[in-house]
DNA sequence: TGCCAGGCCCTCTTTAGGGCCTT
């Protein structure tokens, strides 16, 4: 897999875990992806994995994934091997990324393997184009966006599926006001981290 | 013993604190 660094060739991810830090020791349970090509859905990846150890009631009630559920699957270490060859070297996108880029790193450094892709920021880049939204949640920007959902969150593939809708929403958003529609990848970094009030200047300097 | 994330972002800021977001 090619490292294609452009916005419309991406996989799209999204962990559900046994908490919120591996630092703690907390582990991914599932992983979800898809990979959006020219702003379609071309492929998608969803796996539960056992983390060797039980999951709260708290997350059995969050994710509805159960510790049931969890003894029949496959090893973090197996399913996360599947999962590096499916997102090969491509950029990727996750909601609150810094979030799920300490799982992946986490769960890949365990077995050795790595990626070449860079990470980007849907949550980073919604604070900047979406900046009428009273709420960034995931569940709220999809509201706020228009776009279909039948609820079902906290699950790993249906949550990345609904952040990469959310993308394109943005991509949509930023062609239709400021007429920038081949945004590289580079451009999205650049956005997700520049102060807000840049973000005008910045896109009408890709214009044209 | 008791506690336990971490990065971003705003503001009553910068010698800091607290809310938002992810599970």
């Not at 703690?24 to 992983?31: K, N, Q, T």
């Amino acid at each position: 897999m090619s490292n294609i660094s452009r916005a419309d060739s991406l996989v799209i991810l999204d962990f559900e875990t046994t908490g919120l830090s591996p630092n703690m020791g907390d582990r991914a349970i599932e992983i979800g992806a898809v990979r959006l090509v020219n702003g379609e859905i071309t492929e998608r990846f969803q796996e539960l994995m056992n983390p060797g150890q039980r999951v709260s009631a708290f997350i059995e009630d969050y994710t509805g994934i159960s510790n049931d559920m969890l003894v029949e699957a496959d090893s973090c270490e197996v399913v996360m091997a599947r999962f590096a060859d499916f997102m090969g070297d491509d950029n990727l996108i996750a909601h609150n990324a810094s979030f799920d880029k300490r799982f992946l790193d986490s769960e890949l450094e365990r077995i050795g393997r790595y990626y070449n892709g860079e990470f980007s920021c849907s949550l980073l880049l919604s604070r900047r184009i979406f900046q009428d939204a009273h709420s960034h949640k995931l569940g709220e920007l999809v509201r706020f966006a228009n776009i279909e959902s039948s609820g079902g969150f906290h699950r790993a593939l249906y949550d990345s599926e609904m952040t990469a809708k959310v993308w394109m929403k943005m991509l949509e958003d930023i062609g239709e006001r400021y007429g920038v529609f081949d945004i590289p990848f580079e451009l999205i970094k650049k956005l997700a981290k520049a102060p807000k009030k840049d973000i005008d200047k910045l896109l009408l300097s890709y214009a044209g």
